[in-house]
RNA sequence: GCCGAUGUGGCGAAAUGGCAGACGCAACGGACUUAAAAUCCGUUGGGCUUAACGGCCCGUGCCGGUUCGAGUCCGGCCAUCGGCACCA
């Protein structure tokens, strides 16, 4: 391939910029306190999802959330803000481990070399985040402090009288082990041999592990818990006020799944004990069942109940007559997979059990079944079955033919009609409910449960408690030791508690994790060991946005001063009600972002990254900054207050990028042929950034030429084949339709960015070069108009207008030599007025003419040309005119019919 | 099944309820050049009509509604993508 001529020196000038902005620190961002704070500076704190730093270093789709953060931020530096623009590394992880267990080389080092590579990556697309504040959740100096969080999970509990987390000291019951937030458990647990490892719920889908695909399966083992359940209820009410993404809060609520209804208790007859087989109807320890259901209102159509096939309960109510048939079930059941038990379009299966219960609300006495429709893990691992309003059970009362009774009616349905509706209607049926509206219903049937002992209100969340050990090296080991088969928090003195050093890094297969085979490490006393768990990734990443406040602090995670200022909901200068620009244009809000910071709650400003962990790390995020809220050591109760999901690009192909489909782009052979500014402009071009879009070099190489007029809009070629300042730059006033289009272009690029429009932004930017671009006759381009459209282009193409500046300044008096040191412009909403507008003629709708009149023509003007118009006339026709619509300095509408 | 998003030229897309297709790509024609590349200028939704200027009709997934006026708002469908899924 012929080395084709760079449309513009962006191989000098980008690495000149980016070497100078080392050496300046210019994209530092001082702590109160620092040298060079600035008090009357408001603060602006913008965010992208750290990158887990893999071999395969980056593709064009991380830059794509990166560049958008990296406008943002350059944006609000020129407009005042302090703005604290970080980036780090999620690092711990499988790859390296695997890679480690594969080549013995130790992960700290794979990890080291992946990430040197990602930076260098990072600083080729010129970036500007201040690296003086990156993190590495592998450095003891951060782990340590991912430990100490631990310990406050360890040692706090969730008061349910002040619905907070506090300190485990307030907790009055006998064993405070049972209500700790990190907590011990023997569950059955998500196990990968394959990993060697168990998994979180949401690292499993459909029966495989989200990282390799190997099967998962089902285990009891005894593992870490963290309660996140105890704030399910705060997590999910206290998402409305988060200027988040409906889709990404769907998502949660989804996830989170709370079900309001009731707990209602079924009294069980002819039951049989394992040590008494006689059925006993009177006995105290007289078995029941309780289920949870959000019908309650239903309760009078309830003609059987199911317990899930495990429940413990089969076995103390299923007579001896049933037992063979209830066993050869359950051992059924057992052997299938997951996958099977849950194919929908399978028919419905289950066993009587010979067992009756009482439905409380009428005496009914109604069999009980087991069937794997119903799940142990949800709800109490029973259910009441009302065929008549419940799709499922109607399925299995058809296919045992059981009892239907209809008990809601149907607006416009007979009672027999009505079977089949889940939804509205009226109680009928019911003696306690006739005539009530479903909510009415569900009022009065929970308030009779309560008062008659058989039941009561109750609320279920799908969301279980989080699965928080791993067996695996390449973790954070917990700060916990044992002894006398009880766990103790080790002192915050003992932290950073660092992993052992270990030749062999293989799982043992057995679920005993890697840390196990350091003999000498696990030992802690003569009567106490170590823990051989370790943390999942998501811990590092459940807190670095905080550690990026205040990074070095070997005191405390992170220094109250700088988390108030950076995560706080005012800075310094808001609440000193100070604003940073003197000019205000309250008709235009966009023009006035400081006001809508001003009502922030507070925390990150602005959070950019991938939808896929909408569930996952947003979750998890949320819930330990919930936590260190209620003990006191954040601002705020939420950590990311705005957040945009970026969409993913595609191959050329429009397929998603693989090895297997040869589409990927490597980010940085884009720069190499057409430049990071380019590379950072067609990012941004090719559509909306949260909409997913396929990549084309055709059109990188489209914003390149653009870049390039921009360039010789300023530089000419001499003889000898250099660029020097164009001639045709010249201390000029700009003529008045050329002043209109650059404050137009002031105003949109403005707005747009403050919306991350960033494709119409730089669309507008190109009306404007297309704009100054001479015509003809005698060029002159004016040097403050191109100053002007530098500055605003700096965020999108910081090198190129750094460089461009840099010469203008150089040979024209006025500004300073570095155009990071400026001020955003602002637009002279008169420049965008003419004297004369044009006017659109419409006739029932439908353009028919347009006329040129003056700005302040009045409506009877208006309408009186608008008749006069020769092709109003014509489509008129011979109808009559019913009405004139006339909308000032827009358009006349005519109707006639 | 439930929840969420999306549907506009050959392609990426744009349009506070008011000129549909800005901007870019591709394509075609032209200028410059010995030639090419680069650059610059012009045309470019479909159809009908006119010698030409121009004129007319259709057009934003489909069907209806609201409105002087709908890509945009409302109701009902269809399709594609994403998430959840026997969650009681």
Known sequence: MNERRKPYPFDRIEPKWQAIWDETRAFHAPNPGDENFDPAKPKYYVLDMFPYPSGAGLHVGHPEGYTATDIIARYKRLRGFNVLHPMGW???????????????????????????????????IGFSYDWEREVNTTDTGYYKWTQWIFLQLYHSWFNPETKKAEHISSYRGADPDAVRLAYVAEVPVNW???????????????GKSEVGGFPVVRRPMRQWMLRITALADRLLDELEGLDWPDSIKALQRNWIGRSEGAEI???????????????????????????????PDTLYGATYMVLAPENPLVDRITPEDRRESVSQYRTAIATKS?????????????????????????????????ADYVLMGYGTGAIMGVPAHDERDLEFARKFELGVVPVVQAPGKTPEESIGYTDVGVAINSPLLNGLSRPEATARIIDWLEQNGHGRRDTRYKLRDWLFSRQRYWGEPFPVIWRDGKHEALPESELPLEPPALEDFKPTGTGEPPLAK??????????????????????GSCWYY?????????QRFVGEEPERYWMGGGSIAETGNRKPESKDNTENAFRNPHSEIRNRPGGVDLYIGGVEHAVLHLLYARFW???????????????????VNQGMILGEDGRKMSKRWGNVIDPLDVIEIYGADAFRCYEMFMGPLEQMKPWSMKGVEGVSRFLARVWRLIMEENQAGEWILS???????????????????????TGDIETLSFNTAISQMMILVNALIPQGGTPAISVSTLRTLLLLLNPFAPHLTSELWEILAGKFPGPGLDITAERWPEHDEGLLLEDEIEIILQVNGKLRDRITVALDATNAQLEALALASKKVQNAVGGQTIRKVVVVPRKLVNVVAN
């Open 90 to 124: 999620d690092a711990f992880g499988l790859p390296a481990e695997q890679y480690a267990i594969k080549t013995g080389q130790h992960p700290a080092v794979t990890t080291r070399e992946n990430i040197a590579k990602f930076k260098a990556q990072l600083k080729r």
């Open 518 to 539: 350091a003999k000498d490490w696990i030992r802690y006393s003569d009567n106490a060991t170590r823990e051989t768990n370790t943390m999942p990734q998501w811990a």
């Open 625 to 643: 900054h919930k936590v260190l809220f209620d003990l006191g050591y954040v601002s705020k109760p939420e950590p990311f207050q705005r957040l």
């Open 265 to 295: 208790r079924f009294p069980v007859v002819g039951a049989a004990r394992p040590d008494d087989r006689t059925p006993r109807h009177d006995s105290p320890a007289f078995p029941e069942i309780r289920v949870f259901t959000t019908r």
């Open 338 to 370: 997951d996958l099977e038990r849950t194919d929908l379009a399978k028919e419905k299966t289950g066993a009587f059990t010979g067992a009756f219960a009482i439905n409380p609300a009428n005496d009914e006495r109604i069999p009980i079944w087991i």
């Open 727 to 749: 001639g045709q730059v010249q201390e000029v006033d700009s003529g008045k339709a050329q002043l209109k289009v650059l404050h137009a272009t002031i105003k949109k690029v």
């Open 192 to 206: 990968c041999q394959e990993l060697g490892t168990v998994l979180a719920n949401e690292e499993v889908i459909d």
């Open 546 to 554: 905080l550690r990026f406040c205040d990074p070095q602090n070997d």
